[in-house]
């Protein structure tokens, strides 16, 4: 049974940072692709940030420049680094983990999500 757990979500003011981790109970490399979605009230699920087994990136378009996502192989753990925040930004974060299989299937893993609040 694949787990994801995130953590580092929280209250921030306007300008501020945070870093979440989302922790794997397996290995790391089990997954082709691991990335962070969010989704705030009222509105669909939408891509943050993903970043293959290989180390390629992937960005949204309106969070390049301000967020980072990254990995730790030995730590089994996919991170975002969050700056400049705003209070748009505001909704919960979940990890996803993709695991394609020999026959071309594409299993997705997702985690219970983080809360982030950007507010003053």
């Known amino acids: 049974q694949v787990q994801l757990v995130e953590s580092g979500g929280g209250l921030v003011q306007p300008g501020g940072s945070l870093r979440l981790s989302c922790a794997t109970s397996?290995?790391?490399?089990?997954?082709?692709?691991m990335g962070w979605y969010r989704q705030a009230p009222g509105k669909e699920r939408e891509l943050v940030a993903h970043?293959?087994?290989?180390?390629?990136?992937n960005y949204a378009e309106y969070m390049k420049g301000r967020f980072t996502i990254s990995r730790d192989n030995a730590k089994n753990t996919v991170y975002l680094q969050m700056n400049s925040l705003k209070p748009e930004d505001t909704a919960v974060y979940y990890c996803?983990?993709?695991?394609?299989?020999?026959?071309?299937?594409?299993?997705?893993?997702w985690g219970r999500g983080t809360q982030v609040t950007v507010s003053s």
């Open positions: 996803q983990a993709r695991r394609t299989l020999s026959s071309g299937t594409v299993l997705t893993y």
């Open positions: 397996g290995s790391i490399f089990s997954f082709n692709a």
């Open positions: 970043i293959t087994s290989s180390g390629n990136t």
